[in-house]
């Protein structure tokens, strides 16, 4: 489905990040991986990645520095020749109710998950532009959409997210680059695993399926946009949520 596609996953050593890289990797993509340090986790993602055929590489690469997001992009350009795809998953949270939120707890937050995707983006729009072809998925958070009580900041970086894929959407439809959002709801990663287990067990009784999403959920509907299945498809959120926000 994504052969001689290729593509940029932000922040794609684990959770969410890695399940969308592996179900590219499965589909044919050769896949270049933005994230922190090279950490065991990188490297067990890459030779996952190697293992199904793809020419993975990995790019250490803060994505809060535009400088760094300059050079790795490039770097990433002349190694893989061109980009058709890019999705920008790298994502932290720093929750806390508002008066207890820390100046860096905003900044870092708003830093990466917002600023973060609009440098990657910037980064590689001019190729896709010389392209005439491109493809750009952002993960959002269906937070974004319903606010949540102890994450404004990240609920506010996650709607900044969804203002921004609307631009993008509109300002380069007409060259053939399409740019969406996804919105998950509660997926069991890491970032999730900081939940203790009876609250993470009264969330998922709150969910009308009543379980916590896989990576694999959000993996599979970003396959989906990523390929020609999708094509009319643009500016648009797509919550994967279990019905978290019906
Ligand atoms: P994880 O914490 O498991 O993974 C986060 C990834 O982001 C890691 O690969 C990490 O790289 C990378 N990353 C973090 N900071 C930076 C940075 N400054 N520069 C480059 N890469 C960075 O998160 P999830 O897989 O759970 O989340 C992935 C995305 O999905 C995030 O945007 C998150 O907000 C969003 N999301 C997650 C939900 C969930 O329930 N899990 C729900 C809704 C949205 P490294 O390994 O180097 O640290």
Do not use: W
């Not at 990240?154 to 380069?172: H, P």
């Amino acid at each position: 489905m994504l052969s001689d596609k290729n593509a940029v996953i932000t922040g794609g050593t684990r959770g969410i990040g890695k399940a969308i890289a592996l179900k590219f990797a499965e589909n044919g993509a050769d896949v270049a991986i933005m994230a922190t340090s090279e950490s065991d986790a990188a490297r067990q993602t890459l030779a996952q990645l190697k293992s199904l055929g793809s020419d993975a590489r990995l790019y250490v690469c803060d994505v809060r520095n535009p400088e760094e997001v300059s050079r790795m992009s490039e770097m990433i350009l002349a190694d893989y020749g061109r980009i058709d795809i890019l999705v920008n998953n790298a994502g932290i949270t720093r929750d806390n109710i508002l008066p207890a939120l820390k100046d860096s707890d905003i900044d870092d937050v708003i830093d990466v998950n917002l600023k973060g995707c609009m440098y990657v983006t910037r980064a590689f729009i001019r190729s896709f532009v010389k392209h005439r072809c491109g493809n750009i998925i952002n993960i959002s958070s269906v937070v974004g959409l319903m606010g949540n009580k102890g994450q404004a900041n990240y609920a506010a970086s996650k709607a900044g997210i969804i203002g921004f894929t609307k631009t993008v959407a509109r300002e380069y439809g007409k060259r053939n680059i399409r740019c969406n959002a996804i919105a998950p709801g509660y997926i069991a990663t890491e970032m999730t695993a900081a939940l203790d287990e009876e609250m993470t067990r009264a969330i998922a009784e709150s969910l009308p399926l009543g379980v916590l999403g896989e990576p694999e959920d959000v993996a599979e509907l970003v396959l989906f946009l990523a390929g020609n299945a999708s094509r009319y498809i643009t500016g648009e959120v797509i919550k994967v949520d279990g019905g978290m926000y019906v």
